[in-house]
């Protein structure tokens, strides 16, 4: 998932600009290859926030850029945690990111 510029080319399968992008790693992308691909994404100017959430368990790792260059990391863990993304404020909780997938916490066995 991205979020890019509104007036985007259609055509087109990638975006020059996103501000966010969201990267569910595979068993097979922990490691090395999630780490490629972060450093990859922090390369982007425009991109603000990278978003990781784990597709086996309720666990998310939000990066931020804070200053030039420079990024900080937080992992709310909670279900109800708020996800806040810099001066956008709260976006969603935890638990919505994971909403209609098998580990969403509000289905009930």
């Given at each position: 998932?991205?979020?890019?510029?509104?007036?985007?080319?259609?055509e087109?399968?990638f975006?020059?600009?996103?501000?966010?992008?969201?990267?569910?790693?595979?068993?097979?992308?922990?490691?090395?290859?999630?780490?490629?691909?972060?450093?990859?994404?922090?390369t982007?100017?425009?991109?603000?926030?990278?978003?990781?959430?784990?597709?086996?368990?309720?666990?998310?790792?939000?990066?931020?850029?804070?200053?030039?260059?420079?990024?900080?990391?937080?992992?709310?863990?909670a279900?109800?945690?708020?996800?806040?993304?810099?001066?956008?404020?709260?976006?969603?909780?935890v638990?919505?990111?994971?909403a209609?997938?098998?580990?969403?916490?509000?289905?009930?066995?």
């Amino acid at each position: 998932m991205t979020v890019i510029d509104a007036v985007t080319d259609t055509e087109r399968t990638f975006a020059d600009r996103f501000y966010l992008v969201m990267e569910v790693p595979s068993a097979d992308d922990r490691g090395r290859i999630l780490e490629g691909k972060l450093g990859f994404y922090r390369t982007h100017p425009h991109n603000r926030f990278i978003l990781v959430a784990d597709q086996d368990r309720l666990a998310v790792t939000l990066h931020q850029r804070v200053a030039a260059g420079s990024w900080a990391s937080m992992t709310p863990m909670a279900p109800d945690d708020a996800l806040v993304l810099d001066d956008l404020g709260p976006v969603c909780k935890v638990a919505g990111i994971y909403a209609d997938t098998h580990i969403d916490p509000r289905r009930r066995p």
